[in-house]
């Protein structure tokens, strides 16, 4: 399957979404401790996810962007309780899961599920496919013998693989092949919602394409919803229908996607699609140069976080804090001037 169809702007995908919310956070905070001197004291935090709410509808796709560092993959894995929250609220299908206690996180994990950034450091390679995909089958105690090789071989014709190459080994597959490995073994256990933590940004465009199509063919087969984390803006506009823009740990926007790309609200939104490649001359905008590095998270700027390196920052975007609030009813920015 070819690139294009992430390339091409008007490659958009409709699909009914239900009003129903089946994941929120509630001022979500991890904070990550840094120790120093020999009684290795806490001498200050790592606030890698600050006070973020939002909501992931059943059978949507919500997609985090933002630059390295901004806290995405720690939102994600917060999510799922893969880190421990700092402080704040998860809630999946309605019922707090903050402060479950493990054996019923156990019992969550058939209906949370992750697909890993790394197809192949996330795959065992003294397993072999078979036995890789059919492991939360065993976790979970749910078929053996003849029901489960059916399964394995159901799952791997789902993603596209050849049930009769179940017994090679990871090192024998590309790396398209290998996250779909991976795909399968999130799908083993008919999760409803799947965390994809950068799953496609390893490989080749052209792949890229194929592996994003495959997540979209399952998830109106299977009903899925995903919180899809990646860098690749063009990916996440052709499988989104929500996105979320994080920058140094807080959420500055969120919106409908063709909303959102078609009429940034937030200056950092709008230099992140501003340096998104397209093949149409016509098509491309004036690139959007950010001064400055990115400030630590140890140690946020006050106020606006973005604003030592925004070219429209005031005197009130260093001192007040701007949270988020409505520009329409298909978009939220935080921002003292909005772009729209």
């Known amino acids: 399957m070819k690139s294009e169809l992430i390339d091409n702007e008007n490659s958009y995908h409709s699909k009914e979404v239900s009003s129903e919310i089946l994941l929120e956070t509630k001022n979500l905070t991890k904070w990550f401790p ?72 156990r019992k969550l994990r058939r209906e949370m599920q992750i697909i890993y950034q790394d197809p192949f450091g996330s795959l065992d390679p003294r397993m072999n496919i078979g036995d890789i995909v059919g492991e939360p089958l065993d976790v979970h105690r749910i078929a053996r013998g003849k029901q489960r090789n059916e399964r394995i071989d159901e799952l791997l014709e789902l993603v596209g693989l050849d049930p009769s190459r179940k017994s090679r080994y990871p090192h024998e597959f590309s790396g398209g092949q290998r996250q779909r490995v991976g795909i399968a073994r999130a799908i083993a256990l008919n999760p409803k919602f799947i965390l ?92 959007v140069i950010l001064e400055g590095e990115i400030p630590s998270p140890s140690n946020p700027p006050t106020g606006c976080r973005f604003h030592t390196r925004c070219p429209l920052a005031t005197e009130i975007c260093k001192q007040d804090t701007p949270i988020l609030r409505p520009v329409s009813d298909k978009q939220s920015v935080a921002c003292h001037f909005p772009l729209v």
Do not use: C
């Not at 200050?44 to 630059?67: H, M, N, P, Q, W």
């Not at 194929?210 to 995903?226: A, D, I, M, P």
């Open 34 to 105: 840094i120790k120093s001197g020999i009684l290795k004291r806490t001498t200050g935090y790592v606030k890698a996810v600050d006070d973020i709410s939002f909501s992931v509808r059943k059978g949507e796709t919500f997609s985090l962007v933002g630059e390295s560092g901004s806290g995405k993959s720690t939102l994600g894995r917060a999510v799922l309780r893969l880190h421990e929250p700092t402080s704040g609220e998860v809630h999946f299908e309605g019922k707090d899961i903050t402060h479950l206690p493990s054996h019923e996180m």
């Open 196 to 287: 994809a933590d950068e799953a496609v940004s390893a490989l080749d465009v052209s792949v890229q394409a194929q592996v994003v199509n495959l997540l979209k063919e399952l998830q109106q087969k299977l009903g899925l919803t995903y919180l899809f984390i990646a860098h690749g803006l063009n990916i996440v506009r052709h499988i989104s229908d929500r996105v979320g823009v994080m920058y140094l740990g807080q959420m500055v926007e969120i919106g409908e996607v063709d909303e959102v790309y078609k009429r940034p609200a937030h200056p950092y939104t709008s230099a992140l699609i501003s340096t998104k490649p397209s093949p149409n001359p016509r098509a491309r905008k004036k690139k």
